[in-house]
């Protein structure tokens, strides 16, 4: 299948600072790249969906503004966490699709964030 | 949101089939049921997905009933690396968006 890359795989950050974690689709266009969080021993819960080019469409509860997401290109799409606070320890993962729908999503390796 | 619900685990001995059943009652006629799993602090891996019909890969089969309420994913000899949390979704028609339910956690029991 497809590759999705996550970069990076493991981070800590002091409280208050912001951190960036990146997702690349390596060998396909994605056109829509959907960002998830998951806490320990819970579901993948999704926080928001980019299309790239356009602004990110936010699930009900998410801040845009503390997690900013950027598409700028087929290929890349970030994912900021602004002013970040312990209770934003948690895994983040991305995944991508490749343009026309029915088609699956490929999902990046995850990121361990850990704010201290 | 997810509109699928799974048991919440399942054991399997290894070399046997590992039956998953879904139920995905309210899907609509144009959604598409998709399985993922999910090693433990991994990304998810896609299985399989299907409309209506019955459908097969190198890594499962996913069987759905006619009128689509509900499906059954076969992994025909599970191993222990199979063991995982395994996910149904139901894929929402007009935002392409993947919810994730609860899963099945299987474990393959040598």
């Known amino acids: 299948g497809a590759v999705v890359s996550q970069h990076p795989s493991w981070v800590i950050c002091k409280s208050g600072t912001s951190v960036k974690i990146e997702c690349r689709s390596l060998?396909?266009?994605?056109?829509?790249m959907f960002w998830y969080r998951q806490f320990p021993k819970q579901s993948l819960m999704l926080m928001a969906t980019?299309?790239?080019?356009?602004?990110?469409?936010?699930e009900q509860g998410v801040e845009k503004d503390k997690f900013l997401i950027n598409h700028a290109s087929l290929t890349l799409s970030t994912l900021t966490v602004t002013s970040a606070h312990p209770e934003d320890s948690s895994f983040y993962i991305c995944?991508?699709?490749?343009?026309?729908?029915?088609?699956?999503?490929?999902f990046g390796q995850g990121t361990r964030l850990t704010v201290v | 949101d997810a509109k699928t619900t799974q048991p919440t685990s399942m054991d399997c001995a290894e070399g046997r089939a590992a039956n998953l059943p879904c139920n995905h009652s309210t899907i609509s006629g144009n959604e598409y049921v998709y399985w993922y799993r999910q090693i433990h602090s991994q990304g998810p891996q896609y299985i399989i997905h299907?409309?209506?019909n019955n459908e097969t890969n190198e890594m499962a089969s996913l069987i759905i009933t006619e009128d689509r309420k509900s499906s059954t994913l076969i992994l025909p000899h599970a191993t222990l690396r199979d063991t995982a949390v395994y996910y149904c979704i139901v894929r929402v028609g007009t935002g392409n968006q993947f919810y994730f339910g609860t899963g099945t956690s299987l474990t393959v029991i040598p």
């Open positions: 995944s991508a699709l490749e343009g026309h729908q029915n088609t699956e999503a490929f």
């Open positions: 980019s299309n790239e080019g356009s602004k990110a469409t936010y």
């Open positions: 299907g409309l209506k």
């Open positions: 060998d396909f266009q994605a056109t829509t």
